[in-house]
């Protein structure tokens, strides 16, 4: 078997060479991190679910013209994306007070907010991805306004189209976070969504009885991590095996 090049390991993911220039494999791992990784624990099956629900969704997203690096997946852990520049923020937006904004401005976690708010955070480890407003982004140079512009467009369009999907299978969508990317197409560049989104960068909460189905069970240590995942993608229709979805968001009473 060849060898593939290992371009990075992250806390979640690996990324090696793809079989084309422009293309990267994205193989997800069963690590689960919090609090920037002062937390780590191996939880088997996380990565396929993962992957199969980042797949669901991006798959989702090109097809409604929403442009993302995803190409196909290729196996249960791995999928084949174009390569992209990512640009070092992560971009939150939020329906629902929970998590950090409830904290800092002390508002109830559930509270619904007056209106979807997106927030800025600088991608960085050693800093423990601090919060930044546009005036940061453009003076350090990670963006600039009118990229700034282009990202808000994607994230209220990713916004409102999880809204309605969550919403369709008896979730409540409070808020999640994606990563950009620019993408190079000879002399033409655009911005794209990038890495994944799965309940390790959403929070979902069922409908009917509140439960948590996302990464906040293994932040607060309330186990069945896997089992929600499960549900997630069970709900979403996404079939257990190895061949692509096929039947569409399953109606939950
Ligand atoms: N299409 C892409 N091209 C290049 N890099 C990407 C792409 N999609 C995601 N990435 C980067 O790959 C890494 C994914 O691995 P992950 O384990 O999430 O890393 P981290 O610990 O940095 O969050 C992230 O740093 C993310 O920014
Ligand atoms: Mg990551």
């Known amino acids: 078997m060849s060898r593939r090049r290992r371009i990075y390991e992250g806390k979640g993911k690996v990324l090696y060479e793809g079989p084309e220039p422009g293309t990267l494999i994205q193989f997800f791992k069963d690590d689960a991190t919090a609090f920037n990784a002062k937390k780590h624990d191996v939880i088997e099956g996380k990565g396929v679910l993962n992957n199969r629900i980042s797949e669901f969704i991006f798959e989702h997203l090109n097809r409604i013209g929403i442009p993302t690096h995803f190409i196909r997946r290729v196996n249960m852990r791995e999928q084949l994306i174009k390569e ?27 509270t619904m907010l007056p209106r979807s708010i997106i927030e800025f955070y600088y991608k960085s480890d050693e800093l423990d991805d601090p919060m930044v407003s546009e005036e940061h982004i453009t003076a350090f140079g990670w963006a600039n306004p ?12 990713v916004n409102d189209f999880l809204t309605g999907l969550f919403m369709g299978v008896g ?32 929070r979902l909460w069922d409908i009917e009885t509140q439960d ?18 499960q549900e997630v993608a069970r709900r979403l229709g996404i079939v257990n095996g190895n061949e692509p979805p096929r039947s569409g968001p399953v109606l939950v009473k």
């Open 84 to 110: 992209v520049e990512i640009i070092p923020l992560e971009i939150v937006v939020r329906n629902v007070a929970a998590g950090s904004l409830a904290k800092r401005l002390g508002i109830d976690e559930g």
């Open 212 to 229: 948590k189905l996302d990464k906040d069970r293994y932040r607060r240590d309330m186990g069945g991590l896997v089992d929600a995942y």
């Open 146 to 157: 009118q990229e700034i512009d282009d990202i808000m467009a994607l994230a209220i369009r």
């Open 171 to 202: 979730i409540q969508l409070v808020d999640f976070k994606i990563e950009c990317g620019r993408l190079y197409e000879g002399d033409m560049m655009r911005i794209v969504v990038a890495d994944e989104i799965s309940p390790d960068n959403c």
